[in-house]
């Protein structure tokens, strides 16, 4: 007997009704948790650049002393899943990440929507970071660095 491949299939599209989050948008849902209160936003665009309003995406980071789990009895893990809505946009409550040794503060995000064939892994870090400069996993970005900044708006909002 001969083996056959199964064919890739694409993520997704996913709906909304049936991919509710319990804790909503908030990945650390109690005062519990070390560090600083932030809200990360963005959007998630296809390759035209329109709006992909049908994806979500996982996002996993240690508290704001870097460190994973639930240090807190209580406490979130670190993990949470967002949803896009209509316009591709997203929102996230959390805490700023503290650094894992030598890696500067960062959050790693699972992309799933359709059209991609496996989900996309990525790592979002904040503007202004001095560890930035020291971390070797942004550094091998090159000059594809800036498209993973967020960038402050304002005391609690990165974008």
């Not at 049936?18 to 990945?27: M, N, R, S, T, V």
């Not at 929102?91 to 799933?112: D, E, M, R, Y």
């Not at 496996?118 to 930035?132: C, S």
């Not at 550094?139 to 967020?150: C, M, P, Q, V």
Request: proline share 8%; glycine share 14%.
């Amino acid at each position: 007997m001969s083996e056959i491949n199964t064919p890739s299939q694409t993520v997704g599209p996913f709906f909304h009704y049936g991919l509710k989050w319990e804790p909503g948008e908030h990945l650390f849902p109690d005062a519990k948790t070390p560090g600083r209160r932030i809200v990360l936003t963005g959007t998630i665009t296809d390759g035209q650049g329109a709006p992909v309003p049908d994806a979500f995406l996982e996002l996993w980071q240690p508290d704001g002393s870097g460190r994973f789990g639930a240090p807190v009895p209580g406490s979130c893990a670190g993990w949470g899943r967002v949803f896009t809505d209509n316009d591709g946009r997203y929102t996230a409550n959390t805490v700023l990440p503290g650094a894992l040794g030598k890696q500067a503060p960062h959050i790693l995000v699972v992309l799933f929507a359709r059209g991609l064939l496996r989900q996309l892994i990525t790592r979002v870090y904040f503007d202004g970071e001095a560890a930035n400069a020291g971390d070797a996993v942004l550094a091998s970005t090159g000059a594809r660095a800036a498209t993973l900044l967020a960038r402050p708006e304002g005391a609690e909002r990165y974008v």
